[in-house]
């Protein structure tokens, strides 16, 4: 007994050994492709990463907006999404990647995950107004034209919970169903705080200006503004406006999508 003791105790560093191998040789050829849901699953199919190659590693794919599970109006930004994994933190239970836009995005960010939950360092991208279709209504309709820049501070998520802030910056706006061209200037600020999160809507420059507030939860989106066309283009306006919501009065319409327009 005390002989098979010995023996098994002299083995059992080469089995740990052995099976740490190839635990590591499974992770290391772990492909992309093991990536691409978790961002699907994160944003409920909004933002995805699709046609992915390499490995976890050292990878890359191409970034899909959509506006739902649906995808017959998803868009695709030009350029592709590329990451490299740090392996000495898969020890202790976290992964960090390093991930940027090849096309979009002029410094890398920096994703940082454990059980607990995830940061993403702050970071910018510049895209086309033309990939908001992929957001859906009104977006699609109007087919934006112009240069978006996205800022965004740490984002921080815990289970279904987000924290961080987004700015998102329209510059010179242009659509296809408008001969005013620039339209105008716009920003929007997203803040998540939790479950929910708010979203307000300011004009930088018009002749077309827009305005509003919305709300958004897990099962719940509204939004209400206001847009209405400086004095000069308010005749060249008037077919736009009329797209885009209700006539209130002098020359305004509302702006009301997603459940607050039950």
Avoid: C
Wanted: aromatic share 8%; no cysteine; glycine share 12%.
């Amino acid at each position: 007994m005390t002989r098979w003791l010995r023996r098994l105790g002299a083995a059992l560093p080469w089995v740990a050994a052995g099976g740490l191998a190839s635990v590591v040789t499974l992770v290391a050829l772990a492909p992309a492709a093991w990536v691409a849901p978790q961002f699907a699953r994160a944003t409920h199919g909004r933002v995805n990463l699709v046609d992915p190659d390499g490995s976890l590693w050292h990878g890359g794919a191409t970034l899909l907006l959509a506006p739902g599970a649906d995808r017959s109006a998803s868009t695709l930004l030009p350029g592709r999404v590329e990451w490299r994994t740090e392996f000495w933190p898969l020890l202790t239970g976290r992964v960090r990647m390093r991930m940027w836009q090849t096309d979009a995005m002029r410094n890398p960010i920096t994703l940082d995950a454990t059980w607990r939950g995830a940061v993403v360092s702050s970071g910018a991208m510049a895209v086309p107004a033309s990939l908001l279709a992929g957001l859906g209504t009104p977006f699609n309709t109007l087919d934006l034209q112009g240069d978006v820049r996205l800022r965004w501070s740490d984002w921080r998520l815990f289970g279904n919970d987000a924290f961080g802030r987004l700015n998102v910056t329209i510059d010179s706006m242009s659509s296809r169903v408008s001969r005013v061209k620039p339209l105008g200037s716009y920003e929007a600020v997203l803040f998540a705080q939790g479950a929910g999160a708010n979203l307000d809507l300011t004009t930088l420059k018009g002749p077309l200006f827009l305005d509003g507030h919305g709300e958004f939860g897990a099962a719940s989106a509204s939004f209400r503004g206001t847009a209405h066309a400086s004095p000069e283009q308010q005749a060249n306006l008037a077919g736009l406006l009329n797209l885009l919501g209700r006539p209130i009065g002098n020359g305004a319409v509302s702006l009301i999508y997603g459940d607050a327009a039950r």
